[in-house]
């Protein structure tokens, strides 16, 4: 929720949603490792956990930008918008895969 009261708060400024966007990135990779560590008793580096972790399910330019965003490239305008609402969809598949370990 917090990430959605931001994104209003925060929408029309891409480069402070950029910020927002790389500091989750540690976070959200660090879930990827725990949970693959907890699915197959395997550890991986954040970043290749969250790439195992959603391979094959069209994140692939979802993942690049977050890498981007991380390294502090810029991107095209309106890109940062729509990359916010893709690491808002990422954290909801993230959510919905810790649920079905359970």
Same mark, same amino acid.
């Given at each position: 929720?917090?990430?959605? @009261?931001?994104? #209003?708060?925060?929408?029309?400024?891409? /480069?402070? %949603? &950029?910020? +927002?966007?790389?500091?989750?990135? =540690?976070?959200?990779?660090?879930?990827?490792?725990?949970?693959?560590?907890?699915?197959?008793?395997?550890?991986?580096?954040?970043?290749?956990?969250? @790439?195992?972790? #959603?391979?094959?399910?069209?994140?692939? /330019?979802? %993942? &690049?930008? +977050?890498?981007?965003?991380?390294? =502090?490239?810029?991107?095209?305008?309106?890109?940062?918008?729509?990359?916010?609402?893709?690491?808002?969809?990422?954290?909801?598949?993230?959510?919905?895969?810790?649920?079905?370990?359970?």
């Amino acid at each position: 929720m917090r990430l959605r @009261e931001q994104y #209003v708060v925060e929408g029309e400024h891409e /480069e402070r %949603l &950029a910020r +927002i966007i790389t500091d989750v990135t =540690g976070p959200v990779r660090a879930c990827a490792a725990t949970l693959i560590a907890l699915r197959d008793g395997r550890t991986l580096a954040p970043k290749a956990a969250l @790439e195992v972790f #959603v391979a094959g399910n069209g994140w692939d /330019e979802c %993942l &690049a930008g +977050i890498s981007a965003v991380h390294r =502090g490239e810029h991107l095209l305008p309106g890109a940062t918008r729509r990359l916010y609402g893709e690491v808002l969809r990422l954290l909801v598949a993230l959510d919905e895969r810790a649920f079905s370990l359970s």
